[in-house]
């Protein structure tokens, strides 16, 4: 290993080790790539809040600490007719309790989520803005790097084309915001991964990435790990790797998920993997037979 390479890698050490200690840290290790760090330390397995019913409540950490998950995607709240999300994370002491709770669980924070935008226009409410200033003011607050923005169905580039002058002009600013911070936009698309490399260069922001999401692969009929390679590691920033619910993640064909660790290992990838849906119809308001099935899995494949 060359001189610049082993520096490179300590650093990398230095920064992983610290994670392991705080929230914060853990949080601010999404968005690294680097080389030859392996098991626990290269990938990371989370669950949503609001998936595992706990949405903004500061038992989500010990829920997630009992499913043997590493962390968790916090959500800034429902938006409805309101000009911003429903949100108590802008008061530093509350701040600090979602804090001091994450570091004793041991439960990192991925990334904070506008979950709000799965069902509302980021390309039309005339307070986005203030939506997402509110976000990077909390997530500079709590030391998370990530923000997770679904474009939902009222943002679809494919069915509504006519919105991509308006969703660029946003995620310009968003990104700019971001990047003011050391923070990324992490936007999830309806487009193929073809489609998201030219919106990204439309964009031309460096904070601006893509939060692929394997069940938009699936439903577009795409090879997942095809698709992860032609994005490339760099416009990753990070992935929801369920698929729409059905099969736990170990059941469902569509998910191979030992041929997707050998793609993001030779892409260099590293970061945080995030379920979200992949619940057992049968059995589906069972979160911790769910969600915990499903994350020993994913360790078991990710962090062996």
Same mark, same amino acid.
């Given at each position: ?89 802008? #008061? ?6 979602? !804090?001091? =709770?994450?570091?004793?669980? $041991? &439960?990192? *924070? +991925? ?80 487009? #193929? ?6 919106? !990204?260069? =439309?964009?031309?922001?460096? $904070? &601006?990435? *893509? +939060? ?93």
């Amino acid at each position: 290993m060359d001189t610049k390479n082993r520096r490179s890698f300590i650093k990398g050490l230095m920064v992983l080790g610290t994670a392991i200690i705080s929230g914060p840290g853990l949080a601010a290790c999404t968005a690294s790539r680097t080389a030859g760090i392996a098991g626990t330390d290269r990938y990371r397995i989370a669950v949503c809040d609001w998936m595992i019913l706990k949405r903004q409540k500061l038992s989500a950490f010990a829920l997630a600490s009992e499913i043997k998950a590493d962390g968790i995607e916090l959500d800034m709240g429902g938006l409805g007719d309101r000009p911003t999300f429903d949100s108590k994370l802008g #008061d530093p002491a509350v701040q600090q309790e979602f !804090l001091n =709770e994450a570091k004793k669980q $041991g &439960v990192g *924070i +991925s990334s904070i989520a506008m979950s709000g935008f799965y069902a509302q226009s980021f390309a039309q409410r005339e307070t986005v803005p203030q939506m997402v200033q509110d976000t990077l003011d909390t997530m500079k607050g709590m030391g998370i790097k990530v923000a997770y923005l679904p474009l939902g169905v009222q943002g679809d580039l494919v069915q509504q084309p006519e919105l991509r002058p308006a969703i660029v002009k946003r995620l310009r600013m968003a990104g700019q915001k971001a990047q003011a911070i050391g923070a990324v936009i992490a936007v999830e698309t309806a487009l #193929d991964a073809s489609g998201e490399r030219s919106l !990204l260069k =439309e964009i031309d922001s460096e $904070g &601006v990435k *893509i +939060s692929f999401n394997f069940a938009n692969a699936i439903k577009n009929g795409k090879d997942i790990c095809k698709e992860l390679e032609l994005l490339g590691a760099k416009n990753i920033a990070q992935i929801h790797c369920s698929n729409t619910d059905g099969k736990l993640i170990q059941e469902d064909p569509a998910l191979d998920m030992p041929k997707i660790k050998k793609t993001l290992d030779r892409m260099n990838w590293s970061g945080w993997l995030i379920i979200e849906r992949s619940r057992d119809t049968e059995d589906v308001h069972n979160v911790r037979r769910n969600y915990g099935s499903n994350a020993t899995y994913m360790k078991s494949i990710f962090q062996s």
